[in-house]
């Protein structure tokens, strides 16, 4: 049974590729990858001219690489996982509807990508689960675990499974995370990446739980009890220089201990089937 994965061509990304194949390998899945590349404008240094964003996305490519460049190191001597590199809204096309159909794919797993719309979505017939870093429905679209630092709400800060619908991360919830494991002492990035690689072994457990037939397909969002704070919505423009130095200003003043804070944490709770 063949299983795909779409993302996108960071480290990250690789990296969450080769920790599903090793979750899913175990059980006899054939994992194919699609990776889809970068325009012109992307979260790349090449996409901005400030500095202090250039500087920001420099770091968190160095400490990707230290978190996750072992894992890629090790894929790398067995075996990589097959892949196919694509064009930004190959995800969106009917020759990708094809090709998924023409390989039977009994799951897709998304992390990353741009946004997914049209025939994939409403023909093909199978669970997509996407990864939304961040907890929806409070933040949807980009940087939704970088806004709430920056916005001083780490208690938002996290990641959603989610099946995939022609929203912006609105589809039935399937599990989510907070961090667990970090240090007050963290950079952003490594605090990131430390989550990240859990977040992807998640991911993996919830794929075999959704083929294994034990999470409820058809509920909504609807169906669950959110607590009710302003629900906020982010695009790629809104990461700007200032909004970089308000993250790592609420880093240094010990932000990331609000996340011990089991009152805090407790005015927004997390939605599991698991």
């Given at each position: 049974?063949r299983?795909a994965v779409?993302?996108?061509?960071g480290y990250?990304h690789?990296a969450c590729v080769?920790i599903?194949?090793?979750?899913?390998?175990?059980?006899?899945?054939?994992?194919?990858a699609?990776?889809e590349?970068p325009?012109?404008?992307?979260?790349?240094?090449?996409?901005y001219?400030d500095k202090?964003i250039?500087?920001h996305?420099?770091?968190?490519?160095m400490?990707?690489?230290?978190?996750f460049?072992d894992?890629?190191?090790?894929?790398?001597?067995r075996?990589?996982?097959?892949?196919?590199?694509?064009?930004?809204?190959?995800?969106s096309s009917?020759a990708f509807?094809?090709?998924?159909?023409?390989?039977?794919?009994?799951?897709?797993?998304?992390?990353?990508?741009?946004i997914?719309?049209?025939?994939?979505?409403?023909?093909l017939?199978?669970p997509?689960i996407?990864?939304?870093?961040?907890l929806?429905?409070?933040?949807?679209?980009?940087?939704?675990?970088?806004?709430p630092i920056?916005n001083?709400?780490?208690?938002?800060?996290?990641?959603?499974y989610?099946?995939?619908d022609?929203?912006?991360?609105t589809g039935p919830?399937?599990?989510q995370?907070?961090?667990i494991e970090f240090?007050?002492?963290?950079?952003f990035?490594q605090?990131?990446?430390?989550?990240?690689?859990?977040?992807?072994t998640?991911?993996?457990?919830v794929?075999?739980?959704?083929?294994?037939g034990?999470?409820?397909?058809?509920?909504?969002q609807?169906d669950y009890?959110?607590?009710?704070?302003?629900?906020k919505?982010?695009?790629?423009s809104?990461?700007?220089?200032?909004?970089?130095?308000?993250l790592?200003a609420n880093?240094?003043n010990g932000?990331?201990k609000?996340?011990?804070d089991?009152?805090?944490?407790?005015s927004?709770?997390?939605?599991?089937?698991l």
């Open positions: 049974m299983i779409l993302t996108a061509n990250r690789m080769q599903i194949e090793r979750i899913l390998g175990s059980r006899n899945y054939t994992v194919d699609y990776i590349l325009s012109d404008f992307d979260n790349t240094t090449q996409g001219t202090i250039a500087q996305l420099r770091h968190r490519d400490t990707e690489f230290d978190f460049g894992i890629l190191h090790l894929a790398s001597e075996g990589m996982v097959e892949q196919a590199r694509v064009p930004r809204g190959y995800y009917e509807l094809t090709d998924c159909r023409d390989r039977q794919y009994a799951l897709i797993a998304v992390f990353g990508t741009s997914i719309r049209g025939p994939i979505i409403r023909d017939g199978i997509i996407n990864l939304h870093l961040g929806s429905p409070y933040y949807r679209g980009a940087g939704t675990n970088f806004f920056v001083g709400e780490p208690q938002f800060y996290g990641a959603t989610l099946l995939l022609e929203g912006i991360d919830i399937i599990h995370i907070r961090p240090s007050e002492l963290d950079s990035h605090f990131s990446c430390r989550f990240l690689r859990n977040a992807f998640v991911l993996g457990h794929c075999i739980k959704v083929l294994d034990e999470i409820n397909m058809k509920y909504t609807d009890i959110f607590s009710e704070p302003t629900r919505v982010f695009r790629k809104d990461l700007t220089g200032e909004s970089v130095m308000r790592y880093i240094d932000i990331l609000l996340l011990k089991q009152v805090l944490l407790s927004v709770p997390i939605v599991t089937q």
